[in-house]
């Protein structure tokens, strides 16, 4: 594929902040496949973890294959940041989760299915001059995981088949899990799950997380569901049959009329294709031993699924 990416120094507050931001609502439009829209190139940004810059990959290069002209300003920050420069025009797309999306725009949100935060969402976004493309089927959220052999031991396939070991069962994760209400307080209240002991990790379901579990000092673990984790270590992810846990599909967000048609169409085409197994995969290769880089590994991606472009 043809590289015709700039990338941009991220300035002022974007570098001092992490970021996620989102959207739903009407067709974008505006631009030719030229430029992409209005005002030029398209710049393109990721909040500052490996996946977010991952799947801004998959976007800026998808967009460049459908012959318009793009930017990168990857790794900005966190929401606080990159709602405002989506906004304010500094950035134009950035991929976000639905779910954390909707409860940074509306904080007493309660949506918590897929077709309820999809709903949700337009409104949200348009009191910030925002939009959203389509979502896709991969998610990133908060899951309950189990090794192969626990699971086969207890016959686990579902979270609330937990339930039937609360005399063995032990449960790590982020010290906040105690108090979430979609962690210990709703597991006890949705599923009547309550573990004997509960094991305080501040790692954010990762290498500690995940070594606690794999040797044996917990039997379920808060694992994010794109851990790479759950393929290198053979671990289940128990069925969330309830959607106990909030959707976190993964979308493009992008300031209300600033993509052309021609854009929309790129990057719904990549939404269409990603998969929760196939951000797994994309996590292991950047941070797993191969160390690949985000635009390699999302290059890869794309020309196996045919959406490189010419």
């Known amino acids: 594929m043809g590289r015709r990416l700039h990338t941009t120094a991220t300035v002022g507050a974007l570098t001092s902040l992490l970021v996620l931001a989102g959207c739903g609502g009407d067709p974008l439009s505006g631009g030719d496949a030229s430029d992409g829209g209005e005002d030029g190139p398209i ?103 189990v090794t192969q052999e626990t699971a086969e031991e207890w016959d686990l396939t579902t979270i609330a088949d937990l339930a039937e070991h609360n005399d063995e069962l032990t449960i790590a994760g982020p010290p906040e899990f105690a108090e979430r209400a979609v962690g210990l307080p709703g597991l006890e209240e949705s599923f009547d799950i309550v573990p004997t002991a509960f094991e305080p990790i501040s790692d954010g379901g990762g290498p500690a997380t995940v ?6 000092d917990v039997s379920a673990a808060n694992i994010f569901s794109t851990s790479p984790a759950i393929k290198t270590d053979d671990l289940v992810v128990l069925e969330d049959e309830t959607g106990h846990f909030p959707a976190q599909n993964v979308l493009p967000i992008a300031r209300d009329g600033r993509l052309s048609p021609e854009a929309q169409d790129a990057l719904d085409a990549v939404s269409a294709e990603l998969t929760t197994e196939d951000l797994i995969d994309l996590n292991l290769r950047v941070s797993g031993d191969e160390k690949a880089e985000p635009a390699t590994a999302a290059a890869d991606w794309l020309e196996e699924r045919g959406l490189a472009g010419s």
Not at 211 to 216: E, F, H, N, S, T
């Open 43 to 145: 710049v393109v940004s990721s909040a500052n973890f490996t996946e977010s810059e991952i799947i801004g990959n998959l976007y800026a290069q998808a967009l460049e294959g459908a012959g318009l002209e793009v930017e990168t300003s990857f790794n900005i920050g966190s929401r606080e940041a990159y709602v405002p420069a989506l906004s304010d025009g500094s950035i134009d797309v950035i991929p976000d989760y639905t779910g954390n999306l909707l409860l940074f725009l509306d904080p007493e949100a309660d949506a918590s299915s897929e077709d309820a935060i999809t709903a949700a969402l337009p409104d949200a976004l348009a009191e910030e001059g925002l939009v959203s493309l389509e979502a896709s089927e991969a998610e990133n959220k908060d899951s309950l995981v």
């Open 211 to 216: 070594a606690a579990l794999v040797d044996g």
